[in-house]
């Protein structure tokens, strides 16, 4: 009888435990990078803040006649600098046999410098971001559906919407069809972070979203989606080309962003060829109401198209992007292109735009500031052995609409030239270095605070552990 109820009890407690599937993953990324003038090394241009001139006024802190600068290209005595980080991001899935359900939990530590507050001598200081915690659930009334609930991984297109929000998803798979439709929110509006909004309601982001993909017999796909978001009223400050940021005095006003973006992407192969490419209309309004009270109407575009071509172990790439860019503020027209969190790093660059250390670019969006981008790029990757490689890639780097500053004019930021280098060391164990050299035009000497920029030289490299 003993031997009979030890038994029961531990088939009653291992059958839970053997019903579900646990995985453990990890993405370990030890970052360095060098430059000439590291002060580039930073954010100037962020992808979730909304660029607005209105009536020769501006809300962002580019454009300068200040002498308080957030970013001088122009090449100073202390400058070049030497940085390393960790960018450590762990994740824990646990489903049940069957994949009906699923319970996603991930989190980072970093980015965090060495020595800096973050990560001190003895690392006792606290920096962590919940970055997932979500359930992913099948519906039980229709198992081709699935019903997405809680922080997760967005994925509306890379150009567009890539990171994290708060929200849900409803995903369907139909054959060679697939829909999702979406809600989210961001920038509560409450006094404090348990607050249920109350009259901050108002001052809600609530994005809603839908897609529908058709997947190719062959494996080439079309995209297209719809994304509402509602910013809300806010209050914005807005100077006459001044320092904002810094604290000048400018045009306080309040203002409601609404934005609708329409867009069609499309990937595919063909025998030796391989391409990409995204079309986004964004329309909408912005209504302001205090010290400047108009309404302005959005109209705005970005297409990004790529071609790869692989020959034995090399493979070339040709590519562009063009964001459209606000060249009158007076006319009533928004016409610069806005994102709501992307990434950069499918560009290539190193001194610009995202690379191997990532969130320590100059920009992050595909643009600066309101005057967008017009970008070209051409490369090759040669696979030396089955775990080393070598690329090389030149970007000639312009802004869709001239960029005007008190130092001057011009719409070309630069000619940039990448060098790279990787090897795998061993499964999960990659290392890599990117090397990038910038030649100044006209538009990166209007940003100095001589009216004469420098070049830049940046190199990023990485030791990175995934599993």
């Known amino acids: 009888m003993r031997i009979a109820l030890a038994t029961l009890a531990a088939v009653a407690v291992a059958a839970p435990a053997m019903a579900l599937n646990v995985e453990w993953h990890g993405d370990l990324n030890n970052r360095f990078s060098y430059s000439t003038q590291a002060d580039l090394s930073k954010r100037v241009v962020n992808d979730t803040h909304n660029y607005l001139s209105v009536g020769g006024f501006s809300n962002y802190s580019g454009i300068l006649t200040s002498t308080t600068r957030p970013v001088d290209t122009k090449k100073n005595r202390k400058d070049s600098d030497f940085f390393g980080e960790i960018k450590y991001r762990m994740n824990l899935d646990v489903s049940d046999d069957d994949k009906k359900v699923k319970g996603v939990v991930g989190f980072e530590f970093g980015s965090a410098k060495f020595g800096n507050a973050d990560m001190p001598f003895g690392g006792d200081q606290n920096n962590f971001e919940l970055m997932w915690a979500y359930t992913d659930i099948q519906l039980p009334f229709d198992q081709a559906s699935r019903l997405i609930v809680g922080l997760q991984p967005v994925g509306y297109n890379y150009t567009l919407w890539t990171d994290n ?25 409450g006094a404090n972070k348990n607050d249920a909004g109350g009259d901050k309601k108002s001052e809600y982001d609530d994005a809603f979203v839908g897609d529908m993909t058709y997947t190719f017999n062959n494996g080439n796909s079309l995209n297209a989606f719809v994304i509402f978001m509602d910013q809300g009223r806010e209050a914005k400050t807005f100077a006459n080309g001044g320092f904002v940021d810094g604290g000048l005095a400018g045009q306080i006003t309040d203002a409601r962003d609404s934005q609708i973006w329409l867009g069609l992407s499309g990937k595919g192969k063909w025998n030796n060829f391989s391409g990409l490419f995204t079309g986004i209309y964004l329309t909408g ?62 560009i290539g660059s190193v001194v610009i735009f995202d690379n191997l250390a990532d969130d320590n670019s100059f920009t992050q969006a595909p643009y ?33 609409e001239d960029l005007v500053t008190a130092q001057g004019s011009g719409d070309e930021v630069g000619h940039e030239f990448v060098l790279g280098a990787g090897y795998q060391i061993m499964k999960g164990l990659t290392a890599e270095i990117a090397a990038g050299y910038l030649i100044a035009g006209d538009a990166w000497d209007a940003l100095s605070s001589t009216g004469k920029a420098d070049d830049v030289f940046r190199t990023d490299a990485n030791i990175r552990f995934r599993f």
């Open 285 to 346: 309004e912005v209504k302001t109401k205090g010290t400047i009270e108009d309404n302005f109407d959005r109209e705005a575009y970005l297409f990004h198209g790529q071609i790869d071509y692989k020959m034995d172990k090399t493979t070339f790439t040709l590519g562009g992007l063009y964001t459209s860019g606000d060249k009158n503020p007076n006319d009533g027209k928004l016409k610069n292109f806005d994102v709501i969190d992307a990434t950069t790093g499918f």
């Open 165 to 189: 929000a708060g929200g849900v998803k409803w995903v369907r798979k139909d054959g060679n069809w697939g829909y999702s439709l979406g809600w989210f929110r961001n920038d509560w509006g």
């Open 368 to 400: 600066l500031f309101d005057k967008g981008y017009a970008l070209l790029y051409a490369g090759a990757r040669h696979e030396l052995t089955k775990k080393a490689w070598v690329s090389a890639r030149y970007l000639w780097h312009n802004t869709a």
